[in-house]
């Protein structure tokens, strides 16, 4: 791997090697190296299209690494993931792509991946992205993350993207049943003319499935970011969508929530916050000896980061 690819492969996934264990790593759209372990298997797609994961029953304390790095221009790439948890299993998977493109061509990289949560089963799953190198050409992240929770079955998602990327849609999907629970922790940060645009759609279909997602997000610039959430009750549910957003110089953000109860023992909340930064956290920032350019950067990796 080149000095490149290594740093990529460290931004994304906190790797300074190929690991050891389950691990499957995608270069320039092709798979690089992966290896399965005596509780993950992990196997190509007879058509190509991708790869499927199995995380056998009762496994725990386990991690998967998953990280894409492209490092050349004009490459539209599309990968589609399967992952099956197995039964009572409790698994960390560390995934995200990291786009390095230093050419006048588009680089794009859209990924699809489908969960399936056994009963009683637990699964961390943190996508980063990251997008870098100084030519024209744009780096586009397009995310796809379809989720189905069988009774009981628990899903922790961080997703995080921190400049650099100059289009992403990301698309979440998920079904809840009995007992389900989900919790989404979003950060981004867009400059420049990069646009965002983050659509969450969730079902509770279960009793007592419950559904939580937060996202904080920074706009700087001219940068535009878009937030959706569809959030529907079907049964005797919980529901929370919390939207924070600053905004700075000419930047916009759009926030779209909609809640859908279906059934009278849904309870179903959506919270949005949009606006600039304080300016007596400026001012007292800039007393203890801080610039206003350092001093919004502290607020605002205080504000991403917690």
């Not at 995934?95 to 493109?101: D, K, L, M, S, Y």
């Not at 995310?143 to 993207?161: G, K, L, R, W």
């Amino acid at each position: 791997m080149t000095d490149i690819e290594k740093a990529l492969l460290e931004k994304i996934s906190n790797l300074h090697k190929i690991p050891s264990g389950a691990f499957s790593l995608r270069r320039n759209g092709k798979t690089f190296k992966k290896s399965s372990s005596t509780d993950i298997d992990i196997m190509e797609k007879q058509d190509g299209s991708g790869i499927d994961v199995f995380v056998k029953p009762n496994v725990k304390n386990k991690s998967l690494h998953m990280p894409v790095i492209i490092t050349v221009g004009g490459l539209n790439d599309l990968v589609y993931n399967s992952f099956y948890i197995g039964e009572n299993a409790d698994v960390t998977i560390i995934a995200g792509c990291g786009i390095h493109n230093s050419t006048c061509n588009d680089s794009r990289h859209d990924g699809v991946h489908t969960f399936h949560l056994a009963k009683n089963s637990k699964l961390k799953y943190i996508e980063t992205h990251v997008g870098e190198g100084d030519g024209s050409g744009a780096k586009i992240l397009n995310p796809v993350t379809n989720i189905f929770m069988a009774e009981n079955s628990e899903m922790n998602i961080e997703t995080i993207q921190i400049e650099g990327v100059t289009s992403t849609v990301r698309t979440t999907n998920a079904e809840l049943e009995n007992g389900a629970k989900l919790l989404i922790n979003e950060k981004l940060l867009t400059c420049g003319r990069q646009k965002a645009k983050t659509d969450f759609k969730v079902c509770l279909c279960g009793e007592n499935s419950k559904a939580e997602i937060v996202s904080r997000s920074v706009a700087k610039e001219n940068s535009c970011q878009e937030f959706k959430s569809n959030l529907i009750g079907k049964n005797s549910c919980f529901g929370h969508v919390e939207c924070d957003g600053i905004v700075l110089d000419k930047a916009r953000v759009i926030s779209i929530p909609k809640i859908d109860a279906q059934n009278c023992e849904a309870s179903l909340v959506h919270e949005a916050a949009i606006g600039k930064i304080a300016g007596d956290e400026i001012v007292k920032l800039m007393t203890l000896g801080l610039g206003r350019k350092q001093a919004e950067d502290v607020i605002i990796n205080s504000f991403l980061l917690n």
